[in-house]
């Protein structure tokens, strides 16, 4: 009923950006937290960014000053601008956002599939 699909991931040199982009699609009412997590091979799912359908923002303490996370409403869309980035940056991206459907009457968490982000030293 509702795909979140991801893009922009891929191989970056350190101190390089990438914008990574996450469109939400389906029988959507209303979208409230929009999030990007991230998870590096042998450690856990971490949160990274966090907007709130208000516009604000949140961030791990690892990215602040560095990410910056954004969205578009009309477009149940959601953006994370990523800049200088560190090898330890290093992981898959997994867009997730808290949304209503659709002749529902409760919010449910809803996963992209994930997007790779590489960084070379």
């Known amino acids: 009923q509702v795909q979140l699909v991801e893009s922009g991931g891929g191989l970056v040199q350190a101190g390089g950006s990438l914008r990574l982009s996450c469109a939400a699609s389906?029988?959507?009412?209303?979208?409230?937290?929009m999030n990007w997590y991230r998870q590096a091979p042998g450690k856990q799912r971490e949160l990274v960014a966090t907007?709130?359908?208000?516009?604000?923002?949140n961030y791990a303490d690892s990215v602040k000053g560095r990410f910056a996370i954004s969205r578009d409403n009309a477009k149940n869309s959601v953006y994370l601008q990523m800049n200088s980035l560190e090898p330890e940056d290093t992981a898959v991206y997994y867009c997730?956002?808290?949304?209503?459907?659709?002749?529902?009457?409760?919010?449910?968490?809803?996963w992209g599939q994930g997007t790779q982000v590489t960084v070379s030293s």
């Open positions: 907007i709130t359908s208000g516009g604000r923002t």
């Open positions: 389906g029988r959507i009412f209303s979208i409230d937290t």
């Open positions: 997730n956002a808290k949304l209503m459907l659709l002749y529902s009457r409760d919010f449910g968490d809803y």
